[in-house]
Each structure stands twice: as structure tokens, then as C-alpha cells.
């Protein structure tokens, strides 16, 4: 019968576990956070995927997505993308219904929803973001405002921030000590345990958070 959602965080995976996704085809949540992939392909057979989570990867500006219409929510915080142009070019026409994307903690992205700083270079890359994906609700964990889609319109397709410099460059370090978090929305939520799991239809893991989708209310996925 296969399975609902897979969770493999932390398996140091350098590329997309295509064996396991070749014998689960229906599986509509995806997490691999935690691992070292460096590219995003291989996810052709995944026809009912509505989440994937790749936070805390390797992953770069260019990737090999397939057209997946049901994808609704895409987590890549604190990966290697250093060129929204390039990144955006590689999922813009993809994923039509996409509501929820988050791309926190990566070089090409202002660091303002961090540290406070950059308020206009990060509202740049808002515009920019949603003149592109114009169907998101939630960027970054922060709700999409109506203000928000008529400044995109505006100015959202030269608003695109420089690429990343060589000083950005240095992807984050995992703390082992950080509070533990869901990885999704409350109602994917059950009592689990260890890193990796299969489930049938809720799952959660301890210790190492997704960044963005702790933030998720129930009627917003």
C-alpha cells in the first residue's frame, strides 16, 4: 500500500533517496532535512506530493524539478542557494498551487527575518519572490499581504537582490542543543520517536527543527 508521509531527517543522504521514493509513489509529505544533498531531482514519480521539506541540505540555485501541480508547501531553509534568479527560474512555472515556500538562512537571502537588519533589501526579495509565485500565502513563515501582491506587480521583477558574496557563503552550523520543534502543521503532528520514520498519515521528529513550517496554522496548508 505504500505510505503517506516519509521522514528521513538526518541520514546523511548526499542525494535524493530514489529507492525508497520508487516504492512509496503516493506519498504526499516529504521530509529529508538534515542531510547533504546537494541537488534537487529524482522526484518525477511522486504525483500526490503536497510537502517537501529539504531544510538544512546543501542544496544550490539550480535544480531539476519535475511539474508537480499538487506541491502546495516547499521548505529550503539554511541550504546554498546563492542566485534567486537562477532558483526561481528552476521552480517558477513547477509548481502552479504552491501556497507555502520558505527559503530562510540561505546566501541569497536577506537576513532580516533573523537578525532584524535589511528591511528593504528582504521586502526586495519579497517582491520579487511573488511577482514570480503569485498563488503563495506564507513566505518565510510571515503571511502574504494584499499590499504585498500589488508591489510585486509593480516593481517585483527588477527588485531582485544582488547574488550572494563569497563572505555569505558559509552555510550555518547545526546546534545539537537547539529546542525541539514540529517539522509541519499541528494536525501532521503525533507522539514519535528518533530521527527517521515511516507513517501513515502523521509523523513528527525530535531534536532538529524545520525552520519555517513550526509556524503554519491548520487552515493555511
Known amino acids: 500500500m505504500g505510505e503517506d508521509i516519509i521522514a528521513l531527517p538526518g541520514q546523511e543522504f548526499n542525494a535524493i533517496p530514489t529507492d525508497i521514493l520508487a516504492n512509496n509513489p503516493n506519498i ?3 521530509d529529508l532535512s538534515y542531510n547533504n544533498i546537494e541537488k534537487i531531482e529524482s522526484l518525477d514519480n511522486l504525483k500526490n506530493l503536497v510537502s517537501l521539506v ?10 531539476d524539478f519535475p511539474s ?4 502546495k508547501t516547499l521548505s529550503l531553509n539554511n541550504n546554498m542557494i546563492t542566485d534567486l534568479k537562477d532558483f526561481m527560474d528552476s521552480i517558477k512555472n513547477k509548481f502552479p498551487n504552491l501556497t507555502f515556500l520558505s527559503l530562510l538562512k540561505n546566501p541569497a537571502t536577506p537576513n532580516y527575518y533573523i537578525t532584524g537588519e535589511d528591511y528593504d533589501g528582504y521586502q526586495k ?12 500565502k506564507f513566505l518565510d513563515s510571515t503571511p502574504v499581504t494584499d499590499e504585498e501582491r500589488k508591489e510585486s506587480e509593480r516593481q517585483g521583477q527588477y527588485s531582485i537582490a544582488v547574488k550572494a558574496t563569497q563572505q555569505d557563503l558559509i552555510r550555518e552550523e547545526i546546534d545539537e542543543d ?3 520543534y514540529k517539522s509541519l502543521s499541528p494536525e501532521l503532528a503525533t507522539e514519535g520517536k ?3 520514520s515511516f507513517g501513515v498519515s502523521t509523523y513528527v521528529y525530535y531534536g532538529r527543527q524545520s525552520e519555517g513550517n513550526r509556524f503554519i496554522m491548520n487552515d493555511d496548508l
Not at 508537480?68 to 506541491?71: A, E, F, H, N, S
Not at 526579495?125 to 503563495?136: A, D, P, Q, T, V
Open 28 to 30: 504526499k509529505q516529504l
Open 54 to 63: 529539504l531544510d538544512n541540505n546543501m542544496i544550490g540555485s539550480k535544480n
Open 68 to 71: 508537480m501541480p499538487t506541491l
Open 125 to 136: 526579495y519579497r517582491y520579487f519572490i511573488l511577482y514570480h509565485l503569485k498563488h503563495l
Open 178 to 180: 537547539e529546542p525541539t
Open 194 to 196: 528518533g530521527k527517521a
